[in-house]
Protein backbone atom coordinates (compact mmCIF):
# COMPACT_ATOMS: atom_id res chain seq x y z
CA UNK A 1 0.00 0.00 0.00
CA UNK A 2 1.46 3.34 -0.90
CA UNK A 3 1.44 6.43 1.58
CA UNK A 4 3.00 9.62 1.45
CA UNK A 5 3.05 11.71 4.91
CA UNK A 6 3.70 15.31 4.81
CA UNK A 7 5.26 16.80 7.66
CA UNK A 8 7.20 20.35 8.92
CA UNK A 9 3.93 22.61 8.10
CA UNK A 10 3.69 25.50 10.87
CA UNK A 11 3.58 28.82 12.01
CA UNK A 12 6.45 31.28 9.84
CA UNK A 13 7.30 34.71 9.97
CA UNK A 14 7.67 36.73 6.60
CA UNK A 15 11.05 36.07 5.75
CA UNK A 16 11.40 32.68 7.66
CA UNK A 17 11.76 29.16 6.58
CA UNK A 18 10.25 26.17 6.69
CA UNK A 19 11.41 22.44 5.76
CA UNK A 20 8.41 20.23 4.70
CA UNK A 21 9.19 16.61 4.67
CA UNK A 22 6.96 14.20 2.25
CA UNK A 23 7.88 10.23 3.90
CA UNK A 24 6.79 8.05 1.38
CA UNK A 25 6.21 4.16 1.57
CA UNK A 26 5.23 1.12 -0.33
CA UNK A 27 6.95 2.68 -3.44
CA UNK A 28 10.78 2.59 -4.56
CA UNK A 29 13.19 5.81 -4.07
CA UNK A 30 14.32 6.31 -7.29
CA UNK A 31 11.62 5.30 -9.07
CA UNK A 32 8.76 7.76 -9.09
CA UNK A 33 9.04 11.45 -9.67
CA UNK A 34 7.45 13.77 -7.29
CA UNK A 35 6.06 17.31 -7.01
CA UNK A 36 4.41 20.14 -4.30
CA UNK A 37 1.60 21.46 -4.91
CA UNK A 38 -0.10 24.05 -2.38
CA UNK A 39 -3.59 25.28 -2.28
CA UNK A 40 -4.99 28.69 0.02
CA UNK A 41 -8.53 29.18 1.04
CA UNK A 42 -10.63 29.88 -2.26
CA UNK A 43 -8.10 28.96 -4.73
CA UNK A 44 -7.37 26.21 -7.14
CA UNK A 45 -4.37 24.18 -6.34
CA UNK A 46 -1.16 25.30 -7.95
CA UNK A 47 1.89 23.57 -8.54
CA UNK A 48 5.12 24.62 -6.45
CA UNK A 49 7.97 22.06 -7.47
CA UNK A 50 8.47 19.17 -8.89
CA UNK A 51 11.31 16.79 -9.35
CA UNK A 52 11.42 14.81 -12.77
CA UNK A 53 11.88 11.06 -12.40
CA UNK A 54 13.83 10.65 -15.74
CA UNK A 55 16.22 13.42 -15.80
CA UNK A 56 16.47 14.65 -12.16
CA UNK A 57 15.91 18.19 -12.99
CA UNK A 58 13.78 20.30 -11.13
CA UNK A 59 11.23 22.41 -11.79
CA UNK A 60 9.49 25.21 -9.97
CA UNK A 61 6.44 28.00 -9.90
CA UNK A 62 7.60 31.18 -10.98
CA UNK A 63 6.23 32.80 -7.52
CA UNK A 64 8.48 30.54 -5.40
CA UNK A 65 11.44 30.27 -8.07
CA UNK A 66 15.14 31.31 -5.91
CA UNK A 67 12.77 31.13 -2.56
CA UNK A 68 11.88 26.93 -2.62
CA UNK A 69 13.98 24.66 -2.91
CA UNK A 70 13.04 20.08 -4.14
CA UNK A 71 15.33 17.80 -2.81
CA UNK A 72 15.17 14.17 -2.21
CA UNK A 73 17.05 11.15 -0.19
CA UNK A 74 16.69 7.65 -1.61
CA UNK A 75 18.01 6.28 1.91
CA UNK A 76 15.31 7.75 3.44
CA UNK A 77 12.39 7.74 0.82
CA UNK A 78 11.53 10.95 1.62
CA UNK A 79 11.29 14.12 -0.40
CA UNK A 80 11.55 17.72 0.86
CA UNK A 81 10.70 21.10 0.05
CA UNK A 82 12.99 23.90 2.00
CA UNK A 83 11.17 27.21 1.91
CA UNK A 84 12.92 30.30 2.26
CA UNK A 85 11.93 33.53 2.19
CA UNK A 86 8.82 33.06 2.61
CA UNK A 87 5.80 35.08 2.18
CA UNK A 88 2.60 35.95 3.46
CA UNK A 89 1.10 34.80 0.31
CA UNK A 90 2.76 31.48 0.78
CA UNK A 91 0.58 30.23 3.32
CA UNK A 92 -1.36 27.35 2.19
CA UNK A 93 -2.24 23.65 2.79
CA UNK A 94 0.76 21.88 0.99
CA UNK A 95 0.52 18.39 -0.70
CA UNK A 96 3.42 16.13 -1.58
CA UNK A 97 2.45 13.78 -5.00
CA UNK A 98 4.16 10.84 -6.80
CA UNK A 99 3.82 10.19 -10.66
CA UNK A 100 4.67 6.92 -12.03
CA UNK A 101 4.36 7.40 -15.44
CA UNK A 102 6.51 7.66 -18.37
CA UNK A 103 5.95 11.54 -18.70
CA UNK A 104 8.94 13.97 -18.13
CA UNK A 105 9.60 17.59 -18.79
CA UNK A 106 7.57 20.96 -16.94
CA UNK A 107 4.99 21.12 -18.93
CA UNK A 108 4.46 17.23 -17.66
CA UNK A 109 4.86 17.75 -14.09
CA UNK A 110 2.85 20.93 -13.50
CA UNK A 111 0.00 19.58 -14.21
CA UNK A 112 -1.15 17.59 -11.39
CA UNK A 113 -3.14 15.21 -13.43
CA UNK A 114 -0.06 12.81 -13.84
CA UNK A 115 0.29 12.08 -10.24
CA UNK A 116 -0.60 9.06 -8.92
CA UNK A 117 -0.78 9.25 -5.07
CA UNK A 118 -1.25 12.17 -3.20
CA UNK A 119 -0.44 12.71 0.79
CA UNK A 120 -3.21 14.49 3.37
CA UNK A 121 -1.31 17.85 3.33
CA UNK A 122 0.96 19.80 5.71
CA UNK A 123 -0.95 23.52 6.61
CA UNK A 124 1.99 26.45 6.32
CA UNK A 125 1.11 29.42 7.34
CA UNK A 126 3.22 33.49 7.40
CA UNK A 127 2.43 35.70 9.11
CA UNK A 128 3.44 39.72 8.19
Known amino acids: QVQLVESGGGLAQAGGSLRLACAVS????????AGWFRQAPGKDREFVAA????????YYADSVKGRFTISGDTARNTVYLQMDGLKPEDTALYYC?????????????????????WGQGTQVTVSS
Open 97 to 117: ATSLRAGTGRSYYVNSYWYDY
Open 26 to 33: GLTAGRYG
Open 51 to 58: MDRKTDDT
